[in-house]
């Protein structure tokens, strides 16, 4: 295991000479040399594509596993990163937040994590989603910054427990109107990068309600919230939000970190229609931003060719989806 660590090591550094990297230590997207003054994207052999694809797997419905199952057409994935949807931050009995697991997510974890090595040999990052619920904990309720290091520990816990690429945070449904705060979630996002350096903090993007806070201007040791996230995508399930990824770029974000969200579960009463999610895919694709999301992933995300029509707008490539291959899960959560 040594030596294959050892090996991406060495590898993301010859990656970082030739691409240049954030100052995390992650491969940055495509250059001006890639794309050569058009709206085409070029994916050249050992460098990271741009943009990348986000998926969240909610393990209450579907396999993890579905994300491998649509490649492009050249084989390779066509998700960059799956994201399982979702662990939780907690109240403790000693009133502290933990990172809770689910029954879903635990099975997945604890039970399949066979799943998670698939998706990762075959070249898709995986995140674990850190989602507030319904009590005082959130990622906008810390008081303080020795309260936020300690949740970080635990993040980085898990995170290394199961062999993460990263977490995605999605501060909604807590309860701390009364301790929430903007400097919180800086305050959280900068314990994590010094408690797992190595790994990938992305957030779906905005301000929620239940006490959450967004505050792009609020730096903590010098650094901004785009100092410290590598990825945040908007949730622009009913139309491109160019307002909203106007002002992430007028706040220290980079192209490259930003991205839409669209709705992909076609059960859902707030899935984005075809017509949004082909607009999206443009949108993303020619003003050059890093990330198209899809959310979430299931055995009919295709229905009428609506992942095949997403893809070709966003690449230029047409998809292959292995059949009978997507599976809802049976998890309980």
Not at 11 to 27: H, K, N, R
Not at 150 to 176: H, M, N, Q, T
């Amino acid at each position: 295991m040594k030596t294959i660590r050892l090996w991406l090591l060495g590898l993301s550094v010859l990656m970082c000479s030739v691409t240049g990297c954030s100052e995390y230590g992650f491969p940055g997207g495509g250059t001006d040399a890639e794309t050569e003054g058009n709206n085409d994207t070029l994916v050249i052999e050992g460098e990271p594509r741009s943009p990348l694809s986000i998926v969240y797997i909610e393990t209450k419905n579907s396999l993890l596993t579905n994300a491998d199952c649509i490649r492009m057409e050249d084989g390779k994935p066509a998700f960059d990163i799956a994201v399982i949807f979702a662990g939780n931050i907690n109240m403790d009995a000693n009133g502290e937040a933990e990172v809770r697991l689910n029954p879903g997510v635990t099975e997945l974890l604890e039970n399949n994590i066979t799943h998670v090595k698939q998706l990762q040999e075959a070249g898709t990052k995986v995140l674990l989603s850190i989602l507030g619920n319904h009590d005082e904990a959130g990622w906008s309720c810390f008081e303080s910054y020795a309260d936020a290091e300690a949740y970080a520990v635990r993040v980085r816990d898990v995170v290394e427990k199961y062999g993460l690429d990263g977490i995605e945070i999605d501060d909604e449904y807590s309860k701390c109107p009364a301790q929430s705060n903007s400097r919180s979630l800086i305050w959280a996002c900068h314990a994590i990068r010094q408690a797992m350096p190595g790994k990938i903090i992305a957030k779906a993007l905005g301000v929620y309600g239940g006490g959450a806070h967004e505050d792009l201007s609020y730096t903590y040791e010098g650094e901004k919230l785009s100092d410290l996230l590598d990825y945040g995508w908007t949730m622009s399930y009913w139309g491109v939000s160019e307002s909203e990824i106007n002002s992430y770029l007028d706040n220290g974000f980079s192209t490259s970190q930003l991205g839409e969200g669209i709705a992909v579960n076609l059960d859902a009463s707030y899935s984005t229609s075809k017509e949004n999610a082909v607009a999206a895919a443009e949108y993303v694709r020619s003003n050059g931003l890093g990330i198209l999301m899809f959310f979430e992933l299931k055995y009919n995300s295709d229905r009428n060719n609506y992942l095949t029509d997403v893809f070709e707008a966003l690449y230029g490539q047409n998809i292959e989806i292995s059949p009978d291959c997507l599976e809802n899960s049976g998890y309980e959560n």
